[in-house]
């Protein structure tokens, strides 16, 4: 599975982004897709992570109620809408692709990465 992440850019706190994350290479019916961040001096951190499959979604606690993971099936694409932004938020996002249908937010239970897309949120 190949996975291009886009969507990321500079937006002011309180702001909202959509990022994309476009998969090929495969059919993802028995996979779990996440979506992972990484600040600056800090470890890779999952945000929020999605059952390809029945549509399930799980989130981080420090994104709920303000993010949402969705998919669309036609276009082999995941998205994370990102709404009242925060400085906090500012990272570089991931795609990933686990092709499980157990859901974990462990990194390296992932198998397939996308190459990031920087968010940076002003305050």
């Known amino acids: 599975v190949q996975l291009q992440a886009s969507g990321g850019g500079l937006v002011q706190a309180g702001g909202s982004l959509r990022l994309s994350c476009a998969a090929s290479?495969?059919?993802?019916?028995?996979?779990?897709m996440g979506w992972f961040r990484q600040a600056p001096g800090k470890e890779r951190e999952f945000v929020a992570a999605?059952?390809?499959?029945?549509?399930?979604?799980y989130y981080a606690d420090y994104v709920k109620g303000r993010f949402t993971i969705s998919r669309d099936n036609a276009k082999n694409t995941v998205y994370l809408q990102m709404n009242s932004l925060k400085p906090e938020d500012t990272a570089v996002y991931y795609c990933?692709?686990?092709?499980?249908?157990?859901?974990?937010?462990?990194?390296?239970?992932?198998?397939?990465w996308g190459q990031g897309t920087l968010v940076t949120v002003s305050s």
């Open positions: 990933a692709a686990r092709p499980f249908v157990v859901v974990t937010t462990t990194p390296s239970a992932y198998n397939h």
């Open positions: 290479g495969r059919t993802l019916g028995t996979y779990v």
């Open positions: 999605i059952r390809w499959s029945g549509g399930s979604t």
